[in-house]
């Protein structure tokens, strides 16, 4: 009866298939988990092969290793940078809700400003002849008519409505009545 010494020794190329499966497995496994950690550390010119394949999956699964590696090392860069960019981002929008806080302010105050403007007009507008403060209402754009008359007291909107051109009235009065409530 002859004796396998290699697994070289067989000739078949089903039996070549096998061989180089078993073998590829053999190394994937001690090669992820070395029984022995003093051949862990051995390189590559300390470990002895029994044959040209056995060195070539060897060196396919070892390059394999290290492409994993660096493929891990990448990923996680990649997982640092998201990191940092999701820190700026989040402190950027730290940064758009206080400025958008801040022009809520703003807006308010303008509006409040405007609102001033307006009572002081509406006052003066009160003041002058109803024929006088008719003309100068009726060259005045809708809106800004609209809230001086608006701010004033009703029996001197009244007047000056009576002695406003009868169409600028009639304008005014339907913007008056579709005048949304702040």
Sequence with gaps: MRTITKLS?????????????FLLLFLLFFTAFPCNPALAEKSDNDIQYSSVEERR????????????SLERKKLN???????????????KLDQLQVLREQIKVL??????KEDQKIKEL?????????AKAARILGSLN????????E????????????????????????????????
């Design 9 to 21: 020794d067989f000739s078949t190329p089903k039996t070549q298939f096998f061989q180089t499966t």
């Design 57 to 68: 999956l060897y060196l396919a699964i070892q390059q394999e290793r290290d492409n994993l």
């Design 77 to 91: 860069e990649k997982k640092k940078e998201l990191k940092t960019i999701e820190t700026e981002v989040d402190k």
């Design 107 to 112: 807006i308010a105050d303008k509006n409040e």
């Design 122 to 130: 509406s006052k003066m507008y009160e003041k002058m002849s109803s």
């Design 142 to 149: 809708n809106d800004l008519a609209i809230s001086i008359l």
């Design 151 to 182: 701010k004033m007291k009703i029996k001197s909107a009244a007047k000056i409505l009576d002695s406003m051109d009868k169409d600028k009235a009639v304008r005014l009065t339907d913007a008056f009545s579709n005048l949304d409530i702040k």
